[in-house]
């Protein structure tokens, strides 16, 4: 692991949490969480903070590698539903983020 990637997910995990410091679980356990508030909420701060927890996922090289690889490939996804939702409704379905 490279001193940028881990300085990078310390930054990053101390403003999710610094438990994730010693349970990387927890990020998992906490996005799953996040998601299943989504549907009802369709917040753009509840889509970042399920991005960020997505990317202090994809960056913890002390969970496996499919599971680091799943994570990075949605951070950009849920950011995108972040801005969509911050666009405002300006006649669109507020239910419809994707």
């Given amino acids: 692991m490279s001193a940028h990637s881990s ?5 990053v995990a ?3 949490g610094p438990e994730y410091d010693t349970h990387p679980e ?5 996005v799953l ?3 299943s508030r989504f549907p009802a909420r369709r917040s753009p701060a509840l889509a ?3 991005a960020g927890h997505f990317r202090v996922i994809g960056s913890d090289q002390r969970l ?10 949605l951070v950009a996804e849920w950011e995108a ?6 666009a405002g409704d300006g006649g669109h379905d507020p239910q419809a983020l994707h």
């Fill in 7 to 11: 300085a990078s997910r310390r930054r």
């Fill in 14 to 16: 101390a403003n999710a």
């Fill in 26 to 30: 927890l990020a998992l356990a906490a």
């Fill in 33 to 35: 969480q996040l998601l």
């Fill in 48 to 50: 970042q903070a399920i």
């Fill in 64 to 73: 496996s590698a499919c599971v680091r690889d799943c994570a990075a490939r």
């Fill in 81 to 86: 539903y972040a801005v969509l939702g911050d």
